[in-house]
């Protein structure tokens, strides 16, 4: 009885521990699903972040690649800019110099005008004294002035000292500055008191300053503004002797000569050009 007893007990207890390890079997198998279904979720979790960062990187490359071509364009866009600006320049001085050469043209031909009316009002005058004056006594074996023949030969000597002042100032257009030289000293020495002496003397000033012979340019410059002051050259040979002063470093007849400008010519572009040059000296 007492066998059985223990028999009895011993099975109870066997039946107890393989009920406890059963249902610790069961609480294993659902931890491991549990942890199976988190590893699940994170491995989704880690696929949806590296797409959205494989998006990110694609979108990334292409902002990039739009941020090159933006500035390849704006590159592009500034050298077109650049080269429009450098032919609007030389565009402008083309225009310049076109200006220049029309307002030279213009003043030689009212130079040419003034020196043609002033000499047919001399010679008219000329006739008009002959014609007002008693005729003289008539000397033995006289000798009949031919005022035609006269007339003739002023008109000859005019066209001379006109082709002489063309070529000398062809040298001075063209830039052929040491030509020009000497073809001026040499019309001014044939023609001292033709109406072309002041705008001869000036360009003789001019090709004198382009050869970097300062004092010589400075001499004819103050040629015309003193023989010749009541030339249109006087205030551009004014501004000439101020820049000649300048490089022969004597800043201060420059100022001078700069202010006498300014307060002769006030308003005019003269006038301009010599407060610019006056500021530089300052």
């Known amino acids: 009885m007492r066998l059985r007893l223990l028999l009895l007990g011993g099975l109870c207890i066997a039946a107890g521990q393989a009920r406890a390890g059963l249902f610790s079997d069961d609480a294993a198998r659902m931890q491991i699903q549990q942890v199976e279904a988190r590893v699940s979720g994170l491995e989704e979790s880690s696929k949806q972040q590296t797409e959205a960062i494989r998006q990110q990187t694609e979108a990334g490359k292409q902002l990039a690649e739009t941020s090159k071509q933006q500035t390849r364009s704006m590159l592009?866009?500034?050298?077109?800019?650049?080269?429009?600006?450098?032919?609007?320049?030389?565009?402008?001085?083309?225009?310049?110099?076109l200006k220049h050469l029309l307002q030279d043209a213009e003043k030689r031909q009212?130079?040419?005008?003034?020196?043609?009316?002033t000499r047919i009002r001399h010679f008219e005058s000329v006739e008009a004294a002959n014609a007002a004056a008693p005729p003289p006594p008539p000397p033995p074996q006289p000798v009949v002035p031919d005022k035609a023949a006269d007339t003739a030969l002023a008109a000859g000597d005019i066209a001379v000292e006109n082709r002489a002042y063309e070529a000398a100032y062809g040298f001075f257009k063209t830039g052929n500055h040491q030509k020009a030289v000497s073809a001026l000293q040499e019309f001014l020495k044939k023609f001292p008191e033709s109406v072309y002496a002041p705008k001869a003397s000036y360009e003789l000033g001019g090709a004198y300053f382009a050869l970097k012979d300062y004092k010589n340019a400075l001499a004819s410059y103050q040629t015309v503004a003193g023989k010749y002051s009541?030339?249109?050259?006087?205030?551009d040979a004014m501004?000439?002797?101020?820049?000649?002063?300048q490089e022969l470093n004597d800043a201060a007849g420059a100022r001078k000569t700069l202010k006498q400008i300014i307060a002769k010519y006030p308003g005019s572009e003269i006038a301009g050009k010599a407060k610019e040059l006056l500021a530089e000296l300052k």
């Open 230 to 235: 009541f030339s249109p050259k006087t205030p």
């Open 110 to 117: 009212k130079d040419f005008y003034i020196d043609l009316d």
């Open 76 to 97: 592009d866009l500034q050298a077109q800019i650049e080269a429009q600006n450098a032919e609007l320049r030389n565009l402008r001085g083309q225009n310049e110099e």
């Open 239 to 245: 501004l000439g002797i101020a820049e000649c002063q």
